[in-house]
């Protein structure tokens, strides 16, 4: 709701919150991957209560309590939620020119946490994705473990920093 009511405010934006807990949309028929649909989304997710990518050869999977993410050269990086607190921000790519933003923790205190990042500033640069540890509660970005930005066909680009 506060990302919501931040939309309004800054940016005049209109918003419409969906819970998928509640059967309006489910997962294999989401809103997210309706075809034709106008607009951007925003998905809020927590635990392994996630959608699927549009795109199965996307670089960045949320598993069941962990984060995966594919660098450019092929490379695997995994992040357990092992002590709980993990999170992930990132964009993905909707049919006909459309974006997601995921914001994603898999507690719903780290999913505030993830919240926080959620870009309010035009003209600010924020990597298109950032995964998050319980650390960044205090320390902001010092708790993040990997970022970085994708390249023109959607791969993780090769200045993406990982821990």
Request: aromatic share 10%; net charge negative; proline share 3%.
């Amino acid at each position: 709701m506060q990302i919501s009511r931040n939309l309004y405010q800054y940016f005049s934006a209109d918003s419409k919150l969906v819970n998928i807990n509640e059967g309006i949309a489910s997962k294999t028929n989401d809103s997210t991957q309706a075809p034709g649909q106008a607009g951007n989304v925003i998905s809020l997710s927590t635990g392994s209560n996630v959608s699927l990518s549009a795109c199965s050869s996307f670089p960045v999977q949320l598993l069941s309590g962990a984060v995966k993410i594919q660098d450019e050269v092929g490379m695997e990086h995994f992040y357990a939620a092992e002590e709980q607190g993990l999170a992930a921000i990132f964009l993905r790519p909707l049919d006909c020119g459309r974006l997601e933003l995921v914001v994603w923790g898999d507690t719903h205190e780290s999913l505030t946490v993830a919240a926080r990042f959620v870009p309010m500033l035009t003209g600010v640069g924020q990597p298109d994705f950032l995964i998050l540890t319980r650390e960044s509660k205090l320390k902001g970005m010092e708790g993040v473990v990997a970022l970085g930005f994708f390249d023109s066909k959607w791969n993780v680009s090769k200045t993406s920093f990982f821990l």
